[in-house]
């Protein structure tokens, strides 16, 4: 791939979230870069993720602690295991930039988080921020922007 | 039938020396008093005042269930008032902070206070000409909340007169406070930014009692702080500890770890782990941040402020403060199993960027609603919540290391697995909810 077509980004991003709701959290975790970050603001419209509070600011290895926390024996908050379900508008190309093999996307969308009887909806602009690495695109960052981000939130243990 | 209401013996024997009743959990009576009582009893936290910086900034918080407003008056004082209007009972202010002016107006019928609360003009005033109004509530203007106190910063407020004055509440305990502060080389905090709200399904007490609990961690955080040290250990050799890393494993020490930290218990339910080393005691040096300190403090002084690194002090009835990392967690009781957690970070005037970067990490890896050390906590809270309800057993054990011939109301220092702090924060929820009753 020397440089995806629209068509190639917006599937890939949908293709992220089915991966999600799937479970298949390791599959989910090679999609992203080395060096990618996961960031869920806690602010409206916030641009630092370091000297401010975040709900998530998570690099790789943090992504993969939680990844492998999911799965563990003695990991009590998910016996039973949470479920989610990602319900996503098409995702609208907002940069393409060849040149700097850099593409942003944009991407409402609610997500949806099970346990037990309990089912909470959050609704949400996903911002994905891809590059295409050794032929396949990957995520440099994922920024997640929860519409009521500072508002009082019960456990939310998946990734939305 | 109300059970504990007009009923001081029923109430005092919630608590046993080494064990409480369920109903302080779960009980809705027990609650409603703990709210008329417990918390008007108590210097309970309001906010920073940094938090408002300039005459007429407000901010909205809590006193248990009432509503009230932290102001910053003409004088430069800051004032606590009731966020009522004295009307018709309408909360003044729609947003949780700002900025008011040089008075409050009322949106319903635009009464007008002064920004200590005092009535400043009703329109068509006329009408209230000979009917008494300034003998009324109503004519006083909005109600202050009578004891305020700013502890350099912190300010604190109690609604009863009844309890103690400031000084004597926290005596000793305050220097906690001091600590925190002091890491700042001009004396000094800010809160930085927006608090994580976390919402708790379970009483608000087992959140504190929670802050002293140092047989949990390696229990229940073994799935998040456990796998962050066994996903480390794969790391290739030589590749720097990361910050998150730094944090997260100490969590994971021994038994003997938190035994040898020690805890010490103050009067009146104050208390804090981490006497000799903590959790935070091994983080790694800020480049540029101990020279400042000395240049501040001189060598001695800087040395003794940085060596102290107590891990939660608990400041009763609802305030956790963590000085060597500059953050403080309110536990707001909503409901008998209803608690708001808000976890706020302060950046230290005049120290170095990355101090600030590692209180606001500690706070999303720790205290955020999306944090797995947090799942963690809460499940065990939830399902207590719900294990409490078991009718064969109506008693919850803090029998740890406990002494029949121990004392109350005494600053101590003893085995940092003890579960003295827990029964000092019930002796002291027993003393402050029945002295007006």
Known sequence: ???????????????????????????????????????????????????????????KLLLQIRVERLKGNRTFSQKPKSRCHHVLQTPQ????????????????????????????LYAAWATHTLTVVGGVLKIKLKRVDLVNCEAAFGNIQLFM | ??????????????????????????????????????????????????????????????????????????D??????????????????TETCGNTGKFFRCPYHAWSFKTDGSLLAIPLKKGYENTGLEQSHAGQGMTPVRHVHNYRGFVF????????????????????????????????????GLPLRYMHNCNWKMLVENQTDTC?????????????????????????????????????????????????????????????????????????????????????????????????????????????????????????????????????VDAPDVLLERTQMYNRLINAPTSVVGHDDLEMYERAQEGLHVDANQWVNVQRLYDPAEPVDVTAETNGTTEWQMRNQFHAWQKFMTMSM
């Open chain 1, 93 to 120: 190309i907002d940069s393409r930039d060849d040149a700097k093999n850099e593409y942003v996307t944009w991407t409402p969308m609610h997500y949806v988080e099970t346990r037990h009887d309990d089912q909470q």
């Open chain 2, 1 to 74: 039938m109300a059970r504990y209401r007009d009923n001081v013996e029923a109430v005092r024997n919630l608590v046993r020396p080494a064990e409480v009743h369920r109903d302080v959990y779960i009980d809705d009576e027990v609650f409603q008093l703990e709210m008329e009582h417990l918390f008007a009893n108590t210097w309970v936290y309001i906010g920073h005042d940094s938090q408002v910086p300039n005459p007429g900034d407000y901010f909205g918080t809590t006193i248990g269930l009432q509503p009230v407003l932290m102001v910053r008056h003409t």
């Open chain 2, 76 to 93: 430069q004082s800051v004032k606590v008032l009731f966020n009522r209007c004295p009307h018709k009972g309408t909360r003044i202010t």
């Open chain 2, 157 to 192: 407020a109690k609604i009863n007169d009844f309890g103690q004055g400031f000084e004597e509440f926290f005596g000793e305990s305050l220097s906690s406070f001091d600590n925190m502060i002091d890491r700042s080389p001009v004396g000094k905090l800010e809160v930085a």
């Open chain 2, 216 to 348: 949990h961690p390696m229990v229940a955080h073994e799935s998040s702080a456990g796998t962050a040290v066994n996903v480390w250990k794969n790391a290739p050799p030589g590749t720097r500890k990361p910050m998150a890393v730094e944090i997260f494993a100490p969590f994971m020490s021994p038994y003997e770890f938190f035994e040898n930290m020690g805890i010490r218990v103050w009067p009146n339910g104050h208390g804090h782990t981490g006497v000799h080393h903590s959790i935070h005691s091994d983080y790694s040096a800020i480049p540029g941040y101990f020279e400042k300190m000395v240049a501040a403090y001189g060598e001695e002084r800087a040395k003794h402020i940085l060596g102290e690194n107590r891990h939660n002090t608990v400041y009763f009835p609802n305030l956790m403060i963590k000085g060597p990392i500059q953050l403080i967690r309110l536990f707001k009781p909503l409901a008998p199993n209803k608690t708001l957690v808000e976890s706020y970070t302060f950046r230290l």
């Open chain 1, 1 to 59: 791939m020397t440089s995806p077509t629209d068509k190639e980004i917006i599937d890939f991003v949908i293709h992220e979230a089915r991966l999600l709701d799937q479970h298949r959290f390791e599959e989910w975790l090679a999609l992203y870069t080395d060096d990618a970050y996961y960031w869920m603001p806690l602010e409206w419209g916030q641009t630092d993720p370091k000297l401010v509070g975040s709900l998530m600011y998570e690099d």
